[in-house]
């Protein structure tokens, strides 16, 4: 009798080749990719998206393209240890060109003119740069120069940068300032916690033909979280080691035993996220963020001027509408899936329209992008947000608290 037969399996479940169909949606990716969809809805669309090494980038991707709809246009670009030449012609042979042997002005020009033909066909761009922690700073330079390339009325490229986590590190260069201002959205994906790796154990199954979910025993989840750390290529290796030592012991179900007699096989120790130093140097971390990274605004939401919901916020962006991924999550007919982006920073809160199907509202007025101020009241639908700065309400306390102080000792 087979592996796969042994474990009524019609394919092997733990393969490490990237394959959509295996793909697990946890909250992280599903929000990963509606910010890879961004990119198709905004004109200037450039979003960075990184991960832990085996966290599912590349199948994310993959899963990415396999939807996109016949007026886009997309090159990949996985091999990233190039010249910035070298990264041009790379970009060119993947639209179609051969664009060897010319110099890189060349094929500047090349892709420009191919851009622009693109656009008055109706047609968009995407550039997805895989293992993009690889690039150096001249070719992420370069990127940053392509991605200006435009019409009279808006850019022409949308960009994806894919990469390991010193990708982040990378982009926080001074040289790379101006890059990262281009950037609309930045997210990273973490490991799974334990619920979702237990889903996606079970879906991975159930993919290759277990139709029970009663291969692995309960308390084979709590080895296998203790060892992988919700990392899915790590969760992959060993389950697939664990099934083949189930199999040679001729058992039936996947037990603690199991794993951890897989993890010796491998000669693994415990993930680190498990350790009590892993977790003393989190806390260490969070200790040094600056206070810019406190939550700075307030969201009040109402339905037909009933409270719903009450949210706080740091400084970054925040998504609004009705896809269970996003920050502020409107159920509502009315909210489009990924209705509007809210991006708070240092001179307080712009509120963009993400070409919903109804659009935002302020009063009567209907606005595309726009800065708010304390107690702006947005409408979406028969929702509506109320806008509050908390830095604003924090400087009014500063000051009550001043002009009090300067009473008494007045008095």
């Keep these: 009798m087979s592996y796969l037969e042994h474990f009524r399996l019609s394919e092997q ?40 090494i085996g966290s599912g980038k590349t199948t994310l991707l993959q899963s990415f393209l396999s939807e996109l709809d016949d007026d886009v246009v997309y090159a990949v670009v996985s091999q990233t240890q190039l010249t910035p030449t ?6 060119l042979t993947e639209f179609g060109f051969k664009p060897f042997n010319k110099r890189k002005v060349e094929l500047l020009d090349m892709l420009n003119m191919f851009l622009i ?21 001249k070719v992420l330079e370069e990127v940053r120069m392509i ?51 237990r889903e996606y154990i079970e879906r991975r199954l159930a993919v290759a033909g277990r139709t029970e979910a009663d291969l692995f025993a309960d308390d084979s989840f709590d080895a296998i979280y203790r060892f992988s750390g919700g990392v ?39 993930h680190e996220s498990n350790t009590g130093i892993y977790d003393q140097l989190r806390q260490l971390e969070m200790e040094r963020k600056p206070a810019s990274e406190s939550h700075v605004s307030r969201i009040e939401l109402r339905a037909d001027d009933e409270l719903v919901d009450v949210l706080t916020f740091p400084l970054g ?26 991006v708070s920073d240092e001179n307080g809160c712009v509120i963009e329209d993400l070409n919903s199907t109804n ?53």
């Design 86 to 91: 070298q990264f041009l012609q790379a970009i």
């Design 232 to 270: 899915p290529r790590l969760i992959n290796t060993l389950c697939d080691t664990a099934l083949l030592c189930t199999f040679a012991d001729e058992k039936e179900v996947v037990e603690a035993s199991d794993i951890i007699a897989a993890a010796a096989e491998l000669n693994w120790k415990e």
């Design 117 to 137: 033909e693109q656009y008055s066909s109706g047609k968009k761009v995407v550039l997805i740069i895989d293992e993009a922690q690889n690039l150096s700073k």
């Design 359 to 411: 659009g935002v509202f302020l009063g009567e007025k209907q606005v595309k992008k726009y800065r708010l101020r304390n107690g702006d009241k947005i409408s979406l639908g028969i929702h509506e947000l109320t806008y509050y700065d908390l830095r604003q309400s924090d400087r009014f306390s500063e000051n009550s608290s001043s002009d009090q102080g300067s009473a008494v000792n007045e008095k």
């Design 13 to 52: 479940p733990f393969r490490l080749t990237p394959d959509p169909e295996f793909l697990y949606w946890s909250k992280q990716h599903a929000r990963a990719k509606a910010y890879m969809e961004s990119t198709i809805w905004l004109a200037d669309g450039f979003v960075v998206i990184t991960g832990e």
């Design 147 to 197: 991605s200006g390339i435009e019409t009279h009325k808006e850019k022409v490229l949308r960009i994806i940068l894919a990469g390991q986590p010193e990708l982040k590190d990378t982009l926080e260069s001074d040289r790379l300032k101006q890059l990262v201002q281009r950037v609309r959205l930045r997210f990273h994906i973490g490991p799974l916690d334990r619920r979702e790796m």
């Design 317 to 342: 962006r925040v998504i609004v509408g009705r896809s269970p991924d996003n920050e502020i999550y409107i159920q509502s007919k009315f909210v489009s899936r990924h209705h509007a982006q809210l």
